[in-house]
């Protein structure tokens, strides 16, 4: 399995990915960047995969958005998601 992205400001787990920033961000960083002003709350971020952490369809913006979790089309289709366990398998099947 690859290594998991960290948050660029802090090195926490990364769980969204702002598009105009260029950045992978934990969920505190991500408020405190976007939730500092106005222009900042416009960017469109993605919510990353919790398996594969590729960014997902699921997109929003605003000053602080609420943590939850999202899986890529990708890991649904290959079975990487496992939701009646609530856990993550290899990313991909990897090593299976």
Same mark, same amino acid.
Request: proline share 5%.
């Given at each position: 399995?690859?290594?998991?992205?960290?948050?660029?400001?802090?090195?926490?787990?990364?769980?969204?990915?702002?598009?105009?920033?260029?950045?992978?961000?934990?969920?505190?960083?991500?408020?405190?960047?976007?939730? $500092?002003?106005? =222009? &900042?709350?416009?960017?469109?971020?993605?919510?990353? +995969?919790?398996? %594969?952490?590729?960014?997902?369809?699921? *997109?929003?913006? $605003?000053?602080? =958005? &609420?943590?939850?979790?999202?899986?890529?089309?990708? +890991?649904?289709? %290959?079975?990487?998601?496992?939701?009646? *366990?609530?856990?993550?398998?290899?990313?991909?099947?990897?090593?299976?």
């Amino acid at each position: 399995m690859k290594e998991k992205k960290p948050c660029q400001l802090c090195d926490n787990l990364a769980t969204m990915y702002c598009e105009p920033d260029q950045a992978n961000l934990c969920w505190d960083c991500d408020s405190r960047v976007h939730g $500092g002003n106005f =222009l &900042a709350a416009k960017h469109q971020r993605n919510l990353l +995969c919790r398996s %594969c952490q590729s960014p997902t369809l699921w *997109s929003a913006l $605003g000053p602080r =958005l &609420a943590p939850m979790a999202s899986v890529c089309e990708k +890991c649904v289709g %290959c079975g990487a998601w496992d939701d009646r *366990s609530d856990s993550t398998r290899s990313s991909h099947g990897e090593g299976e």
